[in-house]
T-cell receptor
Framework: AQKVTQAQTEISVVEKEDVTLDCVYE???????LFWYKQPPSGELVFLIR??????QNEISGRYSWNFQKSTSSFNFTITASQVVDSAVYFC??????????????FGTGTRLKVLA | DVKVTQSSRYLVKRTGEKVFLECVQD?????MFWYRQDPGLGLRLIYF???????EKGDIPEGYSVSREKKERFSLILESASTNQTSMYLC????????????FGPGTRLTVL
């Protein structure tokens, strides 16, 4: 089965701590894409990053970094020096090919991050 | 910037009513999606469309139908609303046959009484 597991339901950290959100996926596809989205309290999902299965380079964007490891089927997300504005629900997602030749997303159940001042 | 809009942020309907949720995107994307979001379950795909008048079932299509008469508009229809359809409904659009980044609307919180 193809699925995304975010085992951490909720994490609380104190401001300025580093925090890592875990994402483990299963897929039969050889070509696939992985995503992270942020859902702040306002509700609208905000795109953070997209990674294809052939690109295992880690990526850093400001305080955010992503570690993609095909060997362990993981795509973890680290926030360095967390801030209160990072408080949100974070979703990991995986594409899955369809019979029509398009792709669908499979989402994890999300991790709620609370950053305390 | 991609803009995906949904017709209502909050909606309250009665059991048995026919409900229409509208979604419009302004970036000429081929693909559009409807999800529902429930606590502990993440986002689950109801239906998607990869072209005008084309649709494909997602993972939980029962009790729903969709319509895509124009490229920019994708409607979700609850033929006879039930209380278990109380949820947050999210619309999204993307390019590249769906493997591209999906852009989401603000969501519609539907309550069925």
């Amino acid at each position: 089965a193809q699925k995304v597991t975010q085992a951490q339901t909720e994490i609380s950290v104190v401001e300025k701590e580093d925090v890592t959100l875990d994402c483990v996926y299963e897929t039969r596809d050889t070509t696939y894409y992985l995503f992270w989205y942020k859902q702040p309290p306002s509700g609208e999902l905000v795109f953070l990053i997209r990674r294809n299965s052939f690109d295992e380079q880690n990526e850093i964007s400001g305080r955010y970094s992503w570690n993609f490891q095909k060997s362990t089927s993981s795509f973890n997300f680290t926030i360095t020096a967390s801030q209160v504005v990072d408080s949100a629900v974070y979703f990991c997602a995986l594409t899955r090919g369809t019979t029509s030749g398009t792709y669908k997303y499979i989402f994890g159940t999300g991790t709620r991050l609370k950053v305390l001042a | 910037d991609v803009k995906v809009t949904q017709s209502s942020r909050y909606l309250v309907k009665r059991t048995g009513e026919k409900v229409f949720l509208e979604c419009v995107q302004d970036m000429d994307h081929e693909n559009m999606f409807w999800y529902r979001q429930d606590p502990g379950l993440g986002l689950r795909l109801i239906y998607f469309s990869y072209d005008v008048k084309m649709k494909e079932k997602g993972d939980i299509p029962e009790g729903y139908s969709v319509s895509r008469e124009k490229k920019e508009r994708f409607s979700l229809i609850l033929e006879s609303a039930s209380t278990n359809q109380t949820s947050m409904y999210l619309c999204a659009s993307s390019k590249d046959r769906g493997k591209g980044t999906q852009y989401f609307g603000p969501g519609t919180r539907l309550t069925v009484l």
